[in-house]
């Protein structure tokens, strides 16, 4: 039977943090393999690229969007040249 040099140390999970600034904030757990020390560092589940949609200006307006859905408050249009044809009657009427 073929044995390790050294055991492996078990993966340690990711803990969430409920205060965060940004929703679905985790801390990723690590142990240091040289002294064992345990550290601890912020881990976004999602790319720094994609951090601008959890601003709270932006999710301020992802609100708003979403009480208007929730009211009702939207047109649905059968098809993209009927969507467009609201688009033009609407610029037209407002540059008059």
Same mark, same amino acid.
């Given at each position: 039977m073929w044995m390790r040099d050294k055991p492996r140390r078990p993966r340690l999970p990711h803990v969430?943090?409920? /205060? &965060?600034?940004?929703?679905?904030?985790?801390?990723?757990?690590?142990?240091?393999?040289?002294? $064992? !020390?345990? #550290?601890?560092?912020?881990?976004?589940?999602? /790319? &720094?690229?994609?951090?601008?949609?959890w601003d709270e200006e932006w999710q301020k307006g992802e609100r $708003? !969007?979403? #009480?208007?859905?929730?009211?009702?408050?939207?047109t649905v249009y059968g098809t993209a040249a009927d969507f467009a044809a609201q688009l033009r009657e609407t610029?037209?009427?407002?540059?008059?």
């Open positions: 969430p943090v409920r /205060s &965060a600034p940004w929703p679905h904030r985790a801390v990723e757990v690590t142990e240091r393999a040289d002294d $064992g !020390v345990i #550290e601890l560092r912020p881990k976004l589940p999602t /790319s &720094a690229k994609d951090a601008w949609f $708003g !969007v979403d #009480e208007h859905t929730a009211a009702g408050r939207y610029s037209d009427s407002e540059t008059r």
